[in-house]
């Protein structure tokens, strides 16, 4: 694999570690595909650093279960806002 492939997936670990950022959030940051960071950190990370592998696999499994909860909370204020107008 290459440097800066191992470099970018420690780098993006550890920006979700420290914020709990969701894939979305660290793809918008890194500017990069939401399955480029996907692939960072649950397979690259894997053989790279297998324990802060973990520790993303915990944010990221956190995240999965609370999705369906930020996802109603951005439709009630889009239908918020829409009805305002």
């Known amino acids: 694999m290459k440097d800066y492939i191992e470099e970018r997936a ?3 670990a550890g920006y979700i570690v420290e914020t709990k ?3 979305r959030q660290a793809a918008k940051k890194f500017g990069i595909s939401k ?3 996907h692939k ?3 397979e690259r990370l894997k053989v790279i650093n297998p324990a802060l592998a973990i ?3 915990k944010v990221l499994d956190v995240n999965k279960q609370e999705r369906h ?3 109603g909370i951005a439709t ?3 239908y ?3 009805h305002m107008r």
Do not use: M, N, P
């Open 40 to 42: 960072d950190c649950v």
């Open 10 to 12: 420690v780098e993006i």
């Open 80 to 82: 918020l806002h829409a």
């Open 69 to 71: 909860i930020r996802g």
């Open 21 to 23: 950022a969701t894939v």
């Open 55 to 57: 520790e993303v696999r």
């Open 76 to 78: 009630r204020e889009k």
């Open 35 to 37: 399955s480029t960071v």
